[in-house]
């Protein structure tokens, strides 16, 4: 496993929780991680920009706006694949669990479809089920995302673009253009 992914996953998971007081830091140090990676570091400077001033606490009331009060942009994946109440949402979930567990990834606090649980689990995945997860949850559920905050001028837009583009750069999606 490619360590610098390793780390850029965890930060980016990180970063996709419930913002915390090392908030800043995590995003400075992803940000000067992704220098050279031209997608991911446009997105994560427009992104520092729009919340470099804000308080924990501001940041905070800004996740909970974004993710936890407006059903439209959950930050479990699977509702902006299959719907909240989808017997393939469900599917997914169990896979997910499975997948873990055989893994032997432990997740905590949220969701097996989290967004930040996802990017947490990505490090741990074989390179099939990277390739699988990042291609089939992941990419298309993050850009469904980002597009609805983008017509809301969302910070979190792009953050979102961020993550999607550092998936770009996995392992197994390196090798398989190659």
């Known amino acids: 496993m490619n360590s610098m992914f390793r780390?850029?996953?965890?930060?980016?998971?990180?970063?996709?929780?419930?913002?915390?007081?090392?908030f800043m830091l995590v995003l400075s140090q992803l940000l000067e991680i992704v220098r050279?990676?031209?997608e991911p570091f446009e997105s994560l400077s427009r992104f520092h920009d729009d919340v470099s001033l804000m308080s924990t606490s501001e940041l905070q009331e800004l996740y909970t706006r974004t993710f936890d009060l407006s059903p439209v942009c959950s930050p479990a994946l699977s509702v902006?694949?299959?719907?909240?109440?989808?017997?393939?949402?469900?599917?997914?979930?169990?896979?997910?669990?499975?997948?873990?567990?055989q893994a032997g990834f432990e997740y905590r606090g949220e969701a097996a479809d989290h967004m930040a649980t996802l990017f947490g689990f990505l490090p741990f995945a074989s390179p099939m089920e990277r390739e699988?997860?990042?291609g089939f949850i992941v990419?298309?559920?993050?850009?469904?995302?980002?597009?609805?905050?983008?017509?809301?001028?969302?910070?979190?837009?792009?953050?979102?673009?961020?993550?999607?583009?550092?998936?770009?750069?996995?392992?197994?999606?390196?090798?398989?253009?190659?």
Do not use: W
Request: glycine letters at 4%.
């Open 7 to 22: 780390l850029q996953c965890e930060m980016m998971s990180e970063l996709l929780r419930y913002p915390k007081s090392e």
């Open 36 to 38: 050279d990676q031209k």
């Open 80 to 101: 902006h694949l299959f719907g909240v109440e989808s017997f393939k949402r469900s599917h997914l979930m169990v896979g997910l669990i499975d997948t873990y567990a």
């Open 132 to 134: 699988e997860i990042v």
């Open 139 to 178: 990419r298309p559920a993050l850009g469904k995302m980002a597009n609805l905050l983008g017509s809301k001028l969302n910070p979190y837009t792009h953050l979102l673009c961020a993550a999607s583009a550092i998936t770009l750069k996995t392992p197994a999606v390196e090798l398989h253009n190659a």
